[in-house]
């Protein structure tokens, strides 16, 4: 890749997983995928209500970006109350906490992904 192609840009990015997930798998593989995917796509609705973008989701982990680091942030706030009342609702068979970090960085973007410092 010749230097001059790199595409950098500055950019807010967001981090997400569960805390304690390989315990919450060790219980309960099923429940806890269930879980996990329902979860993931309140995040990434409420990720889109902020104009971000989820730009990968493996395993428990999701990384989305920002262009404003205050959307970045207020996302991160709903998107813990969101999980918390989701937590809260009766019959819920699994309840997750996620761990969510914002970092402000420059970054490089190719083919669609994103590599950095910045991108935890």
Known sequence: MNYKDIKRKLTAILSA??????RLMGQDE????????RYKDVITKIVLNY??????APG???LAEFV???N???CAGEIQCEI?????KPGQECKMRFRIGVNLGDIVEEDGRIYAD???
């Open 60 to 62: 428990d982990d999701l």
């Open 51 to 56: 104009r971000g973008r989820v730009m990968d």
């Open 84 to 88: 918390a009342e989701c937590n809260d």
């Open 68 to 70: 404003s680091v205050v």
């Open 17 to 22: 997983d569960v805390e304690g997930y390989s």
């Open 30 to 37: 099923v429940s806890t995928i269930r879980t996990l995917k």
């Open 72 to 74: 970045a942030v207020q």
């Open 118 to 120: 910045g991108v935890t």
